[in-house]
């Protein structure tokens, strides 16, 4: 009798796990863990695609997870996993066609790309072309680095003065004042170029957009004063009251 019990015990737990099993393998029936993208090159010109697993890959062109060639008019398959972030960068030879998102070209797709659980397409395509970021980037430089001197000795921020762009829209400020000290400041900048506060006190105004020189380009330097904002605009927080005129200098590529 008790030998009974333990098979009917043990035939009852064997039946408990096949259910368990069936009933998971049903539930995940039809949840595919990859999908099939698939990418058309409707632009005139032959595109380089690189695929990254990160924001920060994709900022600095590191780590890249593939890399692909799509000849115009041409469709190129790509198995990625569902759920999983990727960042897509797609230009032509001389980078005059791309999907910066600095580009005023309207290019499509823009580089961040979700993957759902089904097959999905996703069309190259731009508006014209675009010389920004061949400026930028000298071509396919991973950063863009630029160095200008503020040689007025009378401003406060006179002295040397790198910018480091990502294609993140993001970037570093290192500033060297006369003395050798040197500071640094990460900033964000968008279609216009760079705007944005070192130190809360100065403000630099570089644009970017229809840039044709290879070689150089003027950034615009301005001293504020910060005053609290009891205005009527939530986005705002501060107000700016200029001190000093506005003074410009050249920035090279490093």
């Known amino acids: ?47 380089t695609v690189d695929l990254y697993g990160s924001k920060e890959d994709y900022g600095v062109s590191s780590n890249r997870i593939k890399q692909y060639a799509i000849e115009p008019g041409a469709a190129q398959k790509m198995l990625l996993e569902v759920a999983k972030p990727y960042w897509v960068d797609w230009y032509s030879a001389d980078y005059s066609y791309n999907n910066w998102e600095l580009s005023y070209s309207s290019p499509t797709p823009f580089p ?48 040397t003065h790198e910018f480091r762009f990502r294609k993140t829209m993001t970037g570093e400020h290192i500033f060297t004042d006369l003395s050798g000290a040197a500071t ?12 944005y506060y070192l130190g809360k006190t100065s403000r ?3 644009y970017l957009r229809n840039l044709q020189s290879a070689g ?18 939530a986005l705002k927080v501060q107000t700016l009251q200029p001190t000093m005129p506005s003074v410009e200098f050249n920035l090279t590529r490093q």
């Open 216 to 233: 150089i380009f003027s950034i615009s330097c301005n001293m504020f004063n910060m005053t609290p904002n009891t205005g009527r605009d």
């Open 112 to 159: 961040e790309l979700a993957v759902a659980a089904v097959d999905d397409t996703r069309v190259i395509s731009i508006r014209s072309s675009d010389t920004v970021w061949s400026v930028v980037f000298n071509g396919g430089d991973a950063t863009g680095k630029w160095k200008g001197i503020l040689s007025s000795s009378s401003h406060p921020l006179a002295g």
């Open 204 to 206: 630099f105004n570089l």
């Open 184 to 195: 640094s400041q990460e900033f964000t900048y968008q279609i216009n170029g760079i705007s």
């Open 1 to 47: 009798m008790k030998r009974m019990f333990t098979l009917t015990c043990l035939r009852m737990s064997i039946a408990v796990c096949i259910m368990t099993v069936l009933q998971s393998c049903i539930k995940n029936e039809g949840i595919p863990t990859e999908s099939t993208y698939t990418f058309i090159n409707q632009t005139d010109k032959p595109v």
